[in-house]
């Protein structure tokens, strides 16, 4: 196999895991979404939206997008375009470092899912 089918092997390994820890997440409450979108010239994002009783959208999302010479790889968690976490990017050169960063900001923006929407709901009750 040459070095692009590796990285390409790669890449679908680290989707896959990614959205594995995505359609983990779950809450008895709120109706959640996930999904995957290919992102021009060459690039993925994966996560999961949670809408809550009230309309709003809690997205939690990775991607990894190569241009030039190097992979940048971003996480957060949004709700309604409001940063309620944002990893900072980070850019490297080697895809497998990319990937590795990638599967790490999958499960530093899973963590908090179940809390955050939480805190959430409890907002919405105070009100």
């Known amino acids: 196999m040459d070095s692009a089918s ?31 979108t290919f992102l021009p010239p060459a690039g993925v994002r994966v996560g999961a939206v949670f809408t809550l009783p009230d309309g709003r959208e809690v997205r939690f999302e990775v991607s990894i997008v190569t241009a030039g010479d190097a992979f940048h790889v971003d996480g957060g968690i949004d709700a309604e375009g409001e940063p309620l976490l944002e990893l900072p990017r980070k850019s490297v050169q080697a895809i497998h470092d990319g990937l590795a960063v990638f599967d790490d900001y999958a499960g530093e923006v899973a963590a908090p899912a179940v809390r955050l929407i939480d805190g959430l709901l409890e907002e919405l009750s105070d009100n």
């Open 6 to 36: 590796l990285a390409a092997a790669g890449l679908l390994a680290a989707l896959g895991r990614a959205s594995e820890i995505f359609a983990e997440l779950r809450h008895p409450f709120v109706r959640s979404e996930r999904f995957t």
